[in-house]
């Protein structure tokens, strides 16, 4: 009996939320103005953005040598991230650094 009522249960649930996500225009009482108001503006937004046409650039990450320092016995190589844009051409526009940092450590081995 419990299994018949929580199937019953999980079907009207599921029912429910369906009646709900159909888009439906009357909603027999409940409706507003404010999605037509809504669309119209964002469709002159929309021909406003496609009129200006930024240039097209491209940014990578990649990964710089900063310095090379001895400590206790080892060699540590510091690399920090900088994000690269660069134009349809391949040329860099900018170089910016981030706060991600690489370390490689090297054991110093007298021989």
Do not use: W
């Not at 404010?34 to 119209?40: I, K, L, S």
């Not at 001895?70 to 170089?95: P, S, T």
């Amino acid at each position: 009996m419990k299994k018949i009522i929580c199937f019953t249960g999980i079907i009207l649930v599921l029912g429910f939320v369906a009646f709900l996500e159909t888009r439906a225009e009357p909603y027999h009482g409940f409706s507003t103005s404010f999605h037509d108001v809504a669309n119209e503006e964002s469709i002159e937004i929309i021909a406003e953005t496609e009129k200006e046409q930024e240039p097209v650039t491209y940014s990578s990450s990649e990964y710089i040598f900063e310095e090379e320092k001895v400590e206790n016995g080892y060699r540590i190589e510091v690399y920090r991230e900088y994000e690269i844009h660069e134009d349809e051409e391949g040329n860099r526009i900018k170089k910016v650094p981030t706060s991600n940092y690489n370390y490689l450590k090297y054991k110093i081995t007298n021989q």
